[in-house]
């Protein structure tokens, strides 16, 4: 079983940063693909990032794509989704997930979700 928790969510003026923290329990967190999804209000939720156990695969979003960075550091059990240039469409409540098998830029193979943190982005 793996316990995700969400951090550093909050209002930030369009063109703005925030750095999402996303912090995993056990002992296997390296063995772990992560991803990074969001909802916004009354939309579904969509896919934003996926990183490798290693770190060295990523895949993104086109949305975010060179405006998003996500990083992991496997001796912390933490995974970052550094935000630049915000914009009003990317206010959402940000998720994290963690599966073992899954298949880059969905959700299939995510069994493990954190709570999430809301980022707003005001215009």
């Known amino acids: 079983q793996v316990q995700l928790v969400e951090s550093g969510g909050g209002l930030v003026q369009a063109g703005g940063s925030l750095r999402l923290s996303c912090t995993a329990s056990?002992?296997?967190?390296?063995?772990?693909?992560m991803g990074w999804f969001r909802q916004a209000p009354g939309k579904e939720r969509e896919f934003v990032v996926t990183?490798?156990?290693?770190?060295?695969?990523?895949y993104y979003a086109d949305s975010v794509k060179g405006r998003f960075t996500v990083s992991r550091d496997n001796a912390k059990n933490t995974v970052y989704l550094q935000m630049n240039s915000l914009k009003p469409e990317d206010t959402a409540v940000y998720y994290c997930?963690?599966?073992?098998?899954?298949?880059?830029?969905?959700?299939?193979?995510?069994?493990?979700w954190g709570k999430g943190t809301l980022v707003t982005v005001s215009s």
């Open positions: 997930a963690a599966g073992s098998t899954v298949v880059y830029g969905t959700a299939s193979g995510m069994n493990y």
């Open positions: 056990g002992r296997t967190f390296s063995t772990y693909a």
């Open positions: 990183i490798s156990g290693s770190g060295i695969r990523t």
